[in-house]
Structure formats: C-alpha cells, structure tokens
C-alpha cells in the first residue's frame, strides 16, 4: 500500500483515536507496521496470543485491510476471536 492509502486506511479504520495495546503500548498501526510482510502468520499468532481479546480483534481486523484482506490474517482473527471477519 501507498503512504496515501495508509494514511487514509488510518483514518477510516482508526478515526482520530489512538487505539492503544494493552499490551505493548504501542498503536494498532504501529504494530501492524512492524509486522510489514516479514512475520508469518505463525508468528504473528505468538506475538499476540496472549493479547486480550479486543486488542487482538482491533489489530487483526486492522492488519486485514493493511495487507489486503489476507485469507491466513483472516483466518487468524477467526479462529482467535471466534468471530467470522467478513471477507
């Protein structure tokens, strides 16, 4: 994605607000970022598996649009949240 289209998938996704990791403390898009196409979803799920439940459905359902409704980020959120994320 293009800066442009990070900034306005912040702002659609995100608002004004600055959705904070109870965890890590750092921001939802902050977290995703890191990520960048360099973990596996494998690691993704160890990063985050003992996450609370709104902060794991606010940065999965974030790092599904941010990589392009990936099927496995998807996959990932449903099977953590119990939650079906719409395709």
């Known amino acids: ?16 607000r600055l959705i904070q990791s109870t965890y890590q403390n750092q ?22 598996k003992h996450w609370s439940e709104s902060d794991q459905r606010n940065v999965l359902r974030y790092a ?5 409704k990936d099927q496995m980020i998807r996959e990932l959120h449903d099977h953590l949240t119990g939650e079906s994320l719409s395709a």
């Not at 921001?27 to 985050?48: A, E, G, P, R, Y």
């Not at 599904?64 to 392009?68: A, G, L």
């Open 1 to 16: 994605m293009t800066t442009t289209e990070l900034k306005q998938l912040d702002k659609q996704m995100l608002g004004n």
């Open 27 to 48: 921001t939802v898009h902050d977290t995703v970022d890191s990520w960048n196409w360099n973990m596996s979803v494998f690691d993704i799920h160890d990063q985050i």
């Open 64 to 68: 599904y649009q941010y990589f392009d």
